[in-house]
């Protein structure tokens, strides 16, 4: 039931997020609904009451699922690095709104 709540907090906190007009903050709300998912997926998919998966130790009927745990290892490291791109795209184009270009130090040659 925690966990379920603890789910449903991460995905409203990180719409509201996602609904702001910085994009730092939709950075921050697609990464707070990537841990939502991703929570969801080792609740889902790894029951409390397996063992650990390893040789010689428990029965392969008793050992843990390891493909949601992939899942959820590939997520966290592509959620990292849209994340990371995201808030460099972010500072980048923090003055988008201006109507001059920004000093880049550079000089125009025809």
Do not use: C, K
């Not at 009451?49 to 745990?69: F, G, H, K, S, Y």
């Amino acid at each position: 039931m925690i966990i379920s709540i603890t789910v449903g907090v991460l995905v409203a906190g990180g719409i509201y997020l996602m609904l702001q007009r910085s994009m730092v903050r939709t950075a921050f709300g697609v990464s707070l609904l990537s841990h939502a998912a991703n929570l969801a997926i080792l609740t889902s998919g790894v029951p409390a009451w397996r063992e650990d998966p390893i040789l010689n130790v428990t029965t392969p009927d008793q050992a843990a699922d390891p493909l949601p745990q992939a899942f959820v290892l590939t997520a966290i490291v592509i959620t990292m690095a849209s994340t990371i791109l995201m808030l460099a795209l972010s500072v980048i184009g923090h003055n988008d709104d201006l109507l001059r270009a920004p000093e880049s130090g550079e000089s125009h040659r025809p």
